[in-house]
């Protein structure tokens, strides 16, 4: 596994204390580069949706943007794979189309016309009728449409444009908003509200003009009614939402979430995955998230007669506000011969993993991404890990095809996911299961009393529909582990059928106290293809790095003197980590531990390679202690070693200042702003000292 949180947490802890980590803000079109600005407000104006203009905006980098363009074509490119993107192609030649046709003598380019949008989105029509140079009616074009029910349009339909002047371009017509009145060139002597006669009228002159002018869709009999159609109002609107409807836009959301980490080449090939995600209390009262996920296809590379597969999973736990708690990196990589790819080619996949987390509600996403087959597949679930445990609460039930026992060789020395004490569970994503399983259910039951271990009974009773049809009862004095249930169900008396699986704990004078339901399901068939698991292990005497997972979660969330206690403890056991000395020193420095906090990366300053992060906190924590001189020490080797940056010079120029050494703040300042000369603060600094030696 690659610790990418020792890293990026690392990193992130440094951007939180020194606010120079920005969330991604949402940008007005007018901000964006002109080439960036042109695609949104022009290029696509009329078929990108709302959610990737949204997305869009929110975008930092221009190769972000650029990135993002590639998705959007490629996500509407009907023949995926194929170098010609007959979309793209086709919604280019319909703006050309509709600049050179319907900008001839207007004012504005001919994509900003009614006719010009309604062709960007609707395409050629099936016919238009052309009215013109009548004494009594305004100048009308009729177009007609049809065979677009997919996007919830009627099957056929009129779209009408009318010259409200002698000249001028055309404007789409409403039978609600203008009714037949509009396409007189004198104001008709009748009641405005009387739209029948108006109609009649109209249809004196021409009838097919009169035939839209109450109604867009053919057939309808709103002239009949005498009132124009709302049916027509309707559709005008749908119209403008049909690109919405041409592609599925959950991959902007995607993109937002992942950018950085999937890339274009994977944006065309997303594959569903199902998952169960299970939190855990382990036996020192730390909560662990077992969970699996199973995408929908195992592709696999080639190379001679080996097979092989790289998957990468991007995990990320956020509050219930977005705000980042945890998140990871971590490869899966399996290799096999030809026998082993050939008994494996039909059974599902399925990674197993965990990892330890604070308590608190959160939403926890995981991107799976195929390296060798260019594919990816993604989650987001919501979890709950309970704080102080006043009531008593059972988990979850964990429907499990089988187990394995654990409690020698190798199974007390790791932690492996979906492992219980000495029992190893094995989970399907989907609950399923034949008539020859023993089906075992796991539950957990946490904050239970003396009393109820003593006399309690946990019941399982099983439903097909309404019909009870078998029930277990098992007095909590049989587990070893009252807190951990693991129990075996025999199914050979079961037919096939859903069910319903109830797990209710009941207290000494029989009243049941909590009641869980799982469903599950017994095929007709004689086997089922069980998964094919990787899964990875952790060792269980190495408990630091979990300490320094749980830190960086407190450090997230705020909890400062919590996620001191975690790295103190990661520290004292793994010394040497340089990550977790820093990590320390962040936390102690928040919490005005300044001591504390150069003390903790002394060790680390005399190496030959000392990392920057330790330079700069040992300059950081010196400074706030009025030692000065020290902290230029530091600030200055940091440059040294690593390069000039602003950052650094500012700092230097601070405690120069403080040391009433003016040139030489001076100096700092204005090195400063040849790096970046938009920095109106230290600008301000640095004219303030004009006058100062």
Known sequence: MKEYGLKLGLLIIFMACFSIFLSAEKKSPKDLPQKYRKWLEEDVVYIITPKEKEVFLQLETDNERSVFMEAFWKHRNPTPGTPDNEYKREHSRRVNHANHRFGIGSPKSGWKTDRGRIYIILGEPMSIETYESSRELRDTEIWFYQDMTKYGLPNGFNVVFYRKGMAGDYEIYSPVSDGPHAFFIQTLEVDPADYLEAYYKLNDINPAIAGISMSLIPGDMSAVSGRPSLASELLLQNINLKP???????????????????????????????????PVRDSSSVFFIHYLVAPERFSVGKYDNNYNALFILNGRVTDLDDKLIYQFEKEFSANFDEDKARSIANLPFQINDMFPLISGD????????????????????????????????????????????????????????????????????????????????????????????????VLFSIQKGEQEVKTITRALSEYSNPGNIIEEIPLSEFIPENYILNVSVQDQTGEIIQTLKKNFFITHGTSLPRPFIQTKTLPAANYSLNNFRIGRQFYNSGKYAEAAREFETALRQMPEIIDFATSLAQTYFILGRYDEAEAVLTPFLSREDVKYEVLFCSGRAAKAKGDYQKAIQHFRKAMSHFGLNTNLLNLIGECHIRLSQISEARAAWKKSLEINPDQPDIRKNLEGLKNRK
């Open 362 to 457: 959160f939403k926890f996403s995981l991107l799976i991404k195929n390296i060798v087959s260019k594919e990816f597949s993604s989650f987001e679930n919501e979890i709950s890990v309970p704080d102080k445990i006043d009531t008593m609460i059972t988990t979850t039930p964990l429907l499990c095809y089988s187990t394995k026992n654990m409690e020698s060789g190798r199974g007390g020395l790791v932690m492996r996911p979906f492992q219980v004490d000495d029992t190893l569970l094995f989970c399907d994503s989907r609950p399923a299961f034949l008539t020859s399983d023993r089906m075992t259910v796991f539950f957990q039951l946490l904050g239970f009393s003396p009393e109820l271990v003593k006399s309690g009974n």
């Open 244 to 278: 919405q409807k041409e592609v599925d836009d959950l991959y902007a959301r995607k993109f937002l979430d992942f950018k950085g980490i999937v890339g274009v080449e994977y944006s065309t090939n997303y594959i569903s995955c199902d998952y169960i995600i299970q």
